[in-house]
């Protein structure tokens, strides 16, 4: 399989691991867009959140359970954002699916949504 995250996930393209258990693997985000950028994907390959079903959105379910274990051992206790892209028109760009947890800012919505910590 030509999947970028899959080679991660296999060990093939290095990356800078935060969490992992055996449904999830977790690492920083190459280019951040908040002081604190992770991507959280689930170690079987699904494309995209368009493509959950019943079969296998349980492992959606254990995608939040180990973000919530992330945000507590990184010591993320004032906040933090869970995104996920579906598509190349909402910016998806590595056809895994995936969540960013973003922290480490004062986020807002819509084009002002990231500001810095005051």
Known sequence: M???????????????KVYE?????????????TPIHYLV??????????????ENSAVVAKIF???AKIAKAEGI?????????????AGQTVNHLHF?????VKMGWGADAVQPIE
């Open 2 to 16: 030509d999947c970028l995250f899959c080679k991660i996930i296999n060990g093939e393209i290095p990356s800078t």
């Open 21 to 33: 258990d055996d449904y999830v693997y977790c690492f920083k985000d190459i280019a951040p867009i």
């Open 41 to 54: 994907i689930p170690k079987e390959h699904i494309s995209g959140a368009s493509e959950i079903t019943a």
């Open 65 to 67: 359970e180990a973000i």
């Open 77 to 89: 206790s004032d906040g933090f954002r869970v995104v996920t892209n579906c598509g190349e028109n």
């Open 100 to 104: 960013h947890l973003l922290a480490g």
